[in-house]
């Protein structure tokens, strides 16, 4: 049974008939264009397909469209604002936290939410927040200090503003 | 040359594809869709060795919305494998099955969960045979036969090589141990699924997008298996998300997508579940380890003799590759004048194994690294100093002929002893250590230290040929910008940010001038690969003599212009001039309008084959590498007694690049790379329970999140070796393989307890503290060996501290 679904996706408002057991992950890359979010197991063990629904972290592969009707859905390709990279997608570029790159967008979407939440995280603090999102490219340490560095930035322009 | 000679090379740069990856943009091979495109998925075998009597598709077929459903029938019958040797691999499995998940049908549907549905419809009928589910098993019953090659009765390989009088060195030392180890399989499991895209269009002609590392061998074989000329088909390897050897094989999933696109007329896709990925595995194999070895008193190796046995599983794969590492490669590392080596691969009834990370060699390293801590301690040597004392003479051969040629090894010891402050540690810790407070402490802290080495490429292809290994077009255009063609395939690695960095510095350009085109066998001139770290070295140096050959016809057409010599020139900032002349340098796009009206168009070729200097005997092939990388790593952990668990608190960790072209990019590589170690010695296995993976599942294969990786202290030793581009050496795999034996002496520290078995888990540590408390010798590992005769060795002479070849056969140098 086909549903219409009405999702708010990057601030942009979008529909799609599909499958009502569609999963929210299978919309935004099949319905919607948006295959920047991952799949990597699509049980929910990896953190890959992570987005954000209102703020909070979600994995996607075990999420329905219609649940987050209504919120506010973020993906990798929303956190860019206005051609401007977001403070943590430069910092995972300076510092080569992406290496294969296939995790980074789930990754960098948890760290997101992390920040917005405590926005100077110790290391350890960043490390259980990432403890989801499986990597196995860059043994997390470059992963780690690119977020370190982007809470520093974010915290300095916080300051100046 | 000191490094700020160099505008580029040594500087942390960002990836050339960096920006593309943190925005979500690079296109992955399942992130690709095309008009009309179909979904397929394959229906595996539920038996672990089976005939097939019959395969009926009819309801399959009848289901709306399904385009195809095929069987080996709908095939040509043609078997491949990556191997010429091992050509044992059926796209769909014709009249047997060999494990559970090997492929007997396909379909293609208007969706997957269509193509899901039809598979469930296709019935087939299997006439159960025993399953041999190990090298015991497969040994046991001759009589069941899982392949009708190889060198006897379920053995795919069984090798034997002599290296000068073992026996004599052995009786002559103060010391021989002989011990016996395991190491347990383990899967890649790159974060990225295997996904291919075929595109079979009406003109005749194939397109393949594939998450492969190895495109051009995907390339011969799709030509081998769909009867059609390799001119007519075009492989493209998309962004890889992780590799790490799993998809260096060319797979059954590649050539049925392409023959439901050829029949169906719509281009298909297909995409492995994360359960099908284990079950496609070529992963690490399990080894079953002999190895005794003869020392002096004052530590020196007198000889070693090493007897492999590995569990290949139901097909060839890079078996015989991977056979032969578990025995070359010891030798490269420490002075061993006489060595001998024994190792056979045994077919067994689960998903093949082969090349991951340090393919072959991860193994025999735990195996000699152990072991050599054991003798240290018999001789009350300090582990860091008796190896410091062994390490290999540079620019010399080993006793099975391989040629070394810089080796930082030395200082990589040095500098990790120094920074982990392994004298103080190493004394204040352990279970020797008196401090009272420690004693109380359920948890035991713990020292311990490993090294190893890593080819830099392998040093003969795949397949028999006089070719490059490597090639690379460079082109420049009126724009001022550059263009470089290379089948290097990036899998995160870096290839294609190495190709930029190069060019950009023999052209004086930045990176961001350079536009890199990989991995596509009909644009770009074939690399063979990213496997066996080759691609920084071969694709470098191809990249290094293409770009030297466009530059040296563009300073022809500027020195006519500014009227000097081309000696005089050099290229810098995007411009070409005289040092002491600059204002009058030409900026880098006239100059190229400059070149290209005195040549024509300005494409120039540049080709890599590793020098000629493979040991003159049968297997000599397998070993050989421009040059090696060298790793040292020192840990520290702690483990609690009362619950076995591990926790590390620290890995430093030394590695000799030759040159680190981006530091970034290598420390990138040697923290995965201990990454990747750590799961292997602590929690990942690729088990079977009633001939099924035990757990095939990112959840219950374990592997080690952010909170199991401790901090990893990353040192960088800088060899400057002759071989390489601007001095580099591989980074990708070699730093994995002192991290296992490392964290094993680490646990022997702390708890006096040894675990000759990898994974390393809690209830083995807990197992061998029982042991020590009721007295027995506190031993957790393997206690029998297979009874399996090996061929009389091929006798050769030891080459040992031979000086390397002054001249050596380089094709294409010039």
Known sequence: ?161 | MTKNEFAVIGRPLPKVDAWAKVVGETKYADDLFLPRMAYAKLLRSSHAHARIKSIDTSRARALPGVFAAVTAADLPRVKFGILPVSQDEEALCAEKVRMVGDPVAAVAAIDEETAEQACRLIEVDYEPLPALMSIFDSLAHPEVRIHDYGDGPNVHKNVALQFGDVDAALDGAHLVREDVFFFEGNNHMPMEQHAAVAQWTADGKLTLWSSTQTPHYVHRVLAKTLDTPAAHIRVIAAPVGGGFGGKTDPFSHEIVACQLSKLTGRPVKIALTREEVFYTHRGRHPVLMWIKTGFTREGDITGCHLRTWLDGGAYGSYGVASTFYTGVINPVTYKIPVYKFEGARIFTNKPPCGPKRGHGTVQPRFALECQLDRAAEQLGLDPAEMRRRIVAEPFTKTANHLTVTTIGLGECIDRVVEASGWRVKRARYGVTAKSPRASRSPRKRGLGLACSAYLTGAGTAIYWNDMPHSGVVTRADRSGGVTVLCGATDIGQGSDSILAYLTAEVLGLEPRDIHVQPADTTLTPVDLGSYSSRVTLMCGMAAIQAAGRLRDAIFQAVARKLEVSPASLVARERKIGVPDDWDKAVPFARAAELGEALHGVLAFPGSYAPPKRAGKYKGGGVGPSPCYSYSACVVELTVDEETGAVDLEHVWIGHDVGRALNPLLVEGQVEGSVYMGIGEALMEEQIFRKNLHKHPSMLEYKSPTTLETPEIHTILVETDDPEGPFGAKEAGQGPLLPVIPAIANAIYHALGVRIDEVPITADKILKALELKRVGKPPRVGPTRLPLLAFKPPLVVESAFGQPADPVVSRPFAR
Do not use: W
């Open chain 1, 1 to 161: 049974m086909k549903v219409r679904v009405a999702l708010n996706v990057n601030g942009e408002a979008r529909e799609a008939l599909v499958p009502s057991h569609k999963t929210l992950l299978e919309v935004l890359r099949e319905d919607l264009g948006l295959t920047g979010t991952k799949h990597g197991c699509e049980l929910g063990e990896c953190g890959t397909c992570t987005v954000l629904v209102d703020g909070e972290p979600v994995l996607s592969c075990l999420a329905l469209p219609v649940e987050a009707e209504g919120s506010r859905i973020v993906t990798v390709e929303g956190m860019a604002e206005g051609g401007r990279l977001h403070p943590l997608q430069e910092a995972f570029v300076e510092l080569g936290a992406a290496q294969c790159g296939y995790c980074t967008p789930g990754i960098l979407l948890t760290a997101s939410a992390l920040l917005a939440e405590r926005p100077s995280p110790t290391r350890q603090e960043v490390k259980a927040a990432l403890a989801g999102n499986l990597c196995r490219c860059t043994g997390y340490t470059k992963i780690l200090d690119a977020v370190e560095l982007a809470a520093l930035r974010m915290g300095r322009q916080e300051a100046r503003s």
